[in-house]
């Protein structure tokens, strides 16, 4: 089992939108350095912004899509 390292770490609940504090599903690498976190909310508010200033987006606001209604599918 090798240890990669990987490129972009899962955004996990400890992660909060810098904006609200709510959970955040989308993490913004910025060029100039640094990163910020956002809420599927500010994402999408944010969203045209962010990918211009944006080094690397790592987007996890799919998850969202995910509903507890959903598990009958599985
Ligand atoms: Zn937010």
Known sequence: MTTAVAPSTP???VDR???C???AYL????TAGGE???CAHHAREHGD???EIAAHVHDET???AATPAADSEL
């Open 11 to 13: 955004l996990t609940a």
């Open 17 to 19: 939108c810098d904006r």
């Open 21 to 23: 504090g709510a959970q």
């Open 27 to 30: 993490r913004v690498e910025l």
């Open 36 to 38: 910020l976190l956002f």
């Open 49 to 51: 912004k962010l990918r």
């Open 62 to 64: 799919h998850k969202l």
